[in-house]
C-alpha cells in the first residue's frame, strides 16, 4: 500500500522568502506523484504532477518539485513567498500502470503555508 | 468553461437524518470520484466511476453510505442515518480519462460539501 507523509503541519515563511514544503511517500515501487494546493472554501487545485518523466518538475505560481528515489522525496519548493501562497498544500500518490487502482490518490495530511509580510 | 461543482454548499443534518449531496462534473468527463476530507486531514478516496459505472467503492466508510451516477453525467452521494462521525467536507473530482488511465489524468475538484451533523 501506498504512503504519504508531509513533514510539518505548519510552515510560516516571510514574503520574498523560500518556500519548503516536505513530502516522503512510501511506495514498492515509483509512484506518481501530485502535490495540490486548497485555498479556504474552495476546492483542491493541481499544481504539478511527477509522472516518471522529468524528475525536476515545474508547475504553476513559480512551484517546483523534484522527485528523489533514493530519498522517496518529492519536495515542494518556491524562490520567492508571496502573500498569496498562503494556502494548504497537499501531497499524493497514485500507482502507476494502467488499470488496477491507479486512479486513487492517497494524500497526505496537509501544510498549512503562511506567509507573513 | 465551467468546472466542477457541488451542492449544497454547506448542510447541517440532525444525527439520523438522510443527506444527498450533489456533484456536477466537467461536461464530458468520464470519470468522477468522491472524497471525504475530515478536519484536519488530506482527503480520503471513497468511491470511483466510470461513467455510470461504479467500478470502485472501497473507500465507503459503512453501507450507510450510497453513490449513484445513473446517467454517467451528474453523480449524488447519499448518507443515510448520518452520525456525527460523518461530519466532513465531501469533495468530488472529475477526470476525463477512460478506461487503462493510467493516472496522469489530471483530476479536477469541486468546492466541496460541507456537512454538519449534530
Known amino acids: 500500500a501506498q504512503s504519504v507523509t508531509q513533514l510539518g503541519s505548519h510552515v510560516s515563511v516571510s514574503e520574498g522568502a523560500l518556500v519548503l514544503l516536505r513530502c516522503n511517500y512510501s511506495s514498492s515501487v515509483p509512484p506518481y506523484l501530485f502535490w495540490y494546493v486548497q485555498y479556504p472554501n474552495q476546492g483542491l487545485q493541481l499544481l504539478l504532477k511527477y509522472t516518471s518523466a522529468a524528475t525536476l518538475v515545474k508547475g504553476i505560481n513559480g512551484f517546483e518539485a523534484e522527485f528523489k528515489k533514493s530519498e522517496t522525496s518529492f519536495h515542494l519548493t518556491k524562490p520567492s513567498a508571496h502573500m498569496s501562497d498562503a494556502a494548504e498544500y497537499f501531497c499524493?500518490?497514485?500507482?502507476?500502470?494502467?488499470?488496477?487502482?491507479?486512479?486513487?490518490?492517497?494524500f497526505g495530511k496537509g501544510t498549512l503555508l503562511t506567509v507573513n509580510p | 468553461g465551467a468546472g466542477v461543482s457541488q451542492s449544497p454548499r454547506y448542510k447541517v443534518a440532525k444525527r439520523g437524518q438522510d443527506v444527498a449531496l450533489r456533484c456536477d462534473p466537467i461536461?464530458?468527463?468520464?470519470?468522477l470520484f468522491w472524497y471525504q476530507q475530515a478536519l484536519g486531514q488530506g482527503p480520503e478516496f471513497l468511491t470511483y466511476?466510470?461513467?455510470?459505472?461504479?467500478?470502485?467503492k472501497s473507500g465507503l466508510p459503512s453501507d450507510r453510505f450510497f453513490a449513484e451516477r445513473p446517467e454517467g453525467s451528474v453523480s449524488t452521494l447519499k448518507i443515510q442515518r448520518t452520525q456525527q462521525e460523518d461530519s466532513a467536507v465531501y469533495l468530488c473530482a472529475s477526470s476525463f480519462g477512460t478506461l487503462g488511465w493510467g493516472a496522469q489524468e489530471t483530476q479536477y475538484f469541486g468546492p466541496g460539501t460541507r456537512l454538519l451533523v449534530l
Open positions: 466511476f466510470q461513467n455510470e459505472a461504479q467500478l470502485d
Open positions: 499524493a500518490v497514485s500507482a502507476v500502470g494502467s488499470g488496477g487502482s491507479n486512479y486513487k490518490l492517497t
Open positions: 461536461s464530458g468527463h468520464v470519470s
